[in-house]
């Protein structure tokens, strides 16, 4: 098959692993439902019709010395979906790569917004993000998700740093979503919560306003003035 796949070259100069870009951009790598839309074949074959990596979002590790560091790749947009990363590191990974073409985005507005894709990502799992994008922008993003050395768009320009390696899962990494739906249903809760009391709020001005009606229905109260009623048009 083809794939949109990132390497692992090792010091010698030899490919040590590869990971493939598992999750594929509809219409621009691959064709879905090609029943229905298979007159936009067209629209791939410049991009090309890649398959999904076979081997899941894999753990690979980078050598030093006589010990290893788990990392994991997650390709491009990919970076959009957080169980990707939250799987990666729940599997062991003690950061992150993320690989990205952010060519066809021009000098416009994307290429900051899908770097903050992988922002949000290292924050979520506690994990630092090694960012490399072709024409930018590319950088080191810590576990709290600060950016370091961000190159600017179309420059070619190295980044050295260091980055911090972790062990630890955050909550997000453990509970998932999870946290979310928990999130929603006090809101909800809490909205539910809000309209009665706003209806029970109104249906008590109401039935006071009513039992003043009442009382002055049966206790009519003298006009101190006279009143005059001149007939009108509809």
């Given at each position: 098959g083809l794939y949109n796949r990132a390497f692992l070259i090792n010091a010698d100069g030899r490919i040590g692993d590869y990971a493939d870009k598992v999750h594929l951009v509809p219409f621009g790598e691959y064709l879905p439902m090609k029943w229905i839309f298979g007159y936009l074949d067209e629209l791939t074959a410049e991009s090309g019709a890649f398959d999904p990596g076979q081997m899941g979002h894999k753990i690979l590790r980078l050598a030093h010395g006589v010990s290893t560091t788990p990392f994991a790749v997650f390709i491009c947009y990919e970076s959009i979906f957080p169980q990707i990363a939250r799987q990666q590191t729940l599997a062991g990974a003690q950061f992150l790569i993320n690989t990205t073409n952010d060519g066809w985005f021009g000098t416009t507005s994307a290429p900051a917004q899908h770097l903050s894709m992988a922002v949000l990502r290292a924050v979520e799992n506690g994990r630092a993000v090694v960012?490399?994008?072709n024409t930018g922008i590319s950088c080191l993003i810590d576990p709290r998700g600060a950016?370091?050395?961000?190159?600017?768009?179309?420059?070619?320009?190295?980044?050295?740093?260091?980055?911090?390696?972790?062990?630890?899962?955050?909550?997000?990494?453990?509970?998932?979503?999870?946290?979310?739906?928990?999130?929603?249903?006090?809101?909800?809760?809490?909205?539910?919560?809000?309209?009665?009391r706003r209806q029970n709020r109104i249906e008590t001005e109401l039935r006071g306003a009513r039992e003043q009606l009442t009382r002055w229905a049966h206790s009519p109260v003298p006009l101190r003035h006279r009143l005059v009623l001149l007939p009108g048009y509809d």
């Amino acid at each position: 098959g083809l794939y949109n796949r990132a390497f692992l070259i090792n010091a010698d100069g030899r490919i040590g692993d590869y990971a493939d870009k598992v999750h594929l951009v509809p219409f621009g790598e691959y064709l879905p439902m090609k029943w229905i839309f298979g007159y936009l074949d067209e629209l791939t074959a410049e991009s090309g019709a890649f398959d999904p990596g076979q081997m899941g979002h894999k753990i690979l590790r980078l050598a030093h010395g006589v010990s290893t560091t788990p990392f994991a790749v997650f390709i491009c947009y990919e970076s959009i979906f957080p169980q990707i990363a939250r799987q990666q590191t729940l599997a062991g990974a003690q950061f992150l790569i993320n690989t990205t073409n952010d060519g066809w985005f021009g000098t416009t507005s994307a290429p900051a917004q899908h770097l903050s894709m992988a922002v949000l990502r290292a924050v979520e799992n506690g994990r630092a993000v090694v960012r490399a994008a072709n024409t930018g922008i590319s950088c080191l993003i810590d576990p709290r998700g600060a950016i370091d050395q961000p190159t600017v768009l179309f420059t070619q320009t190295t980044v050295h740093g260091e980055i911090e390696l972790r062990d630890a899962l955050t909550p997000y990494t453990q509970l998932g979503d999870v946290i979310v739906v928990i999130c929603a249903l006090i809101t909800g809760i809490g909205v539910v919560l809000w309209v009665r009391r706003r209806q029970n709020r109104i249906e008590t001005e109401l039935r006071g306003a009513r039992e003043q009606l009442t009382r002055w229905a049966h206790s009519p109260v003298p006009l101190r003035h006279r009143l005059v009623l001149l007939p009108g048009y509809d």
